[in-house]
């Protein structure tokens, strides 16, 4: 059977979560009612399923339990879903209807929206500079990064993404570096600068600013060392080492005086280095 084709496909993983939790969940509902050219991927990752609920509209249910790698399920909604644009969102993004009508309306490769976090600018970024306009901001030799919520992608930058790489996102980033390993991938003059667009803002919330349990911590120190040892091995010629080699060192630093708790660990950061990947199931 042959797939339809959408004007736009939306993904929204959420974890620990019910449906209803969603925070733009009433929006999207909206927007698939008065609009059959979209269609809504809503991914449970875990730990438990989910009682389901009848959308008005294209909407699919996924639930995998065991907390997937956001670079495998962001690869499989593109490859099993055929749309001109693919958007992506976390479960506590909020988005309004002028932000959906710039992906809907504007033209462009790549679409970032502007992300405020509690009231404030966070990204994107040039040279790892909070960037506030529409066009203009950056040129091909510059670094830009943000994050994976809000990105829009459009089907031919995934075919030009596909030429050269495997998939869209490296899967050997499993959370921490998904997005920012992406970035690099533009980066390295896979697109002009002039075929990404600035989009309308959304508010998200960045882990760094919440509080969690002690397990969440644990699962960030771990994520975070793959994203430093996979991304020196990878994308080296994107980062300054000694920058972050430096930041490492004076993590561990501070850690060892009893200033503070370490964001990484070393061991974690020599083994996946050494040995390319991680070694653990999806």
């Keep these: 059977m042959e797939k339809t084709n959408y004007k736009l496909a939306i993904l929204v993983v959420f974890y620990n979560k019910d449906l209803i939790s969603i925070a733009s969940l ?23 399923i989910v009682s389901s609920k009848i959308f008005d509209g294209d909407v699919n249910l996924i639930q995998t339990i065991e907390n997937l790698s956001l670079s495998y399920i962001y690869n499989y909604f593109i490859n099993e879903n055929t749309a001109e644009k693919y958007l992506f969102l ?16 504007y033209s462009f490769e790549i679409g970032l929206p502007k992300i405020y976090d509690n009231k404030c600018l966070s990204y994107p970024k040039v040279n790892g500079k909070v960037i506030d306009c529409d066009v203009g901001c950056f040129v091909n030799s510059e670094m830009l990064t943000s994050i994976g919520s809000g990105l829009v992608i459009s089907r031919n930058a995934v075919s030009r993404m596909k030429h050269i790489y495997d998939n869209v996102f490296d899967e050997r980033f499993r959370f921490y570096g998904v997005d920012t390993s992406f970035y ?14 600035i989009l309308p803002f959304i508010s998200h919330s960045l882990s760094k600013n919440l509080k969690e349990s002690n397990k969440v911590k644990e699962f960030r120190r771990i994520e975070r060392s793959l994203d430093i040892a996979l991304t020196l091995k990878y994308y080296r010629n994107n980062i300054s080492v000694l920058r972050i080699l430096s ?33 653990k199931k999806r």
């Design 26 to 48: 009433d929006l999207l509902e909206k927007l698939l009612s008065n609009n059959k050219s979209i269609s809504l991927v809503l991914w449970n990752n875990g730990p438990k």
């Design 90 to 105: 976390d479960d506590d993004t909020i988005i309004d209807n002028q932000f959906i009508h710039s992906v809907l309306n």
């Design 184 to 197: 690099f991938r533009l980066s390295n003059r896979l697109l002009n600068f002039n075929e990404i667009k």
């Design 247 to 279: 930041s490492v060192l004076y993590d561990k630093l501070k850690s060892f005086i009893g200033l503070k708790n370490s964001l990484y660990s070393l061991k974690i950061i020599f083994l996946v280095y050494f040995h390319g990947k991680y070694e």
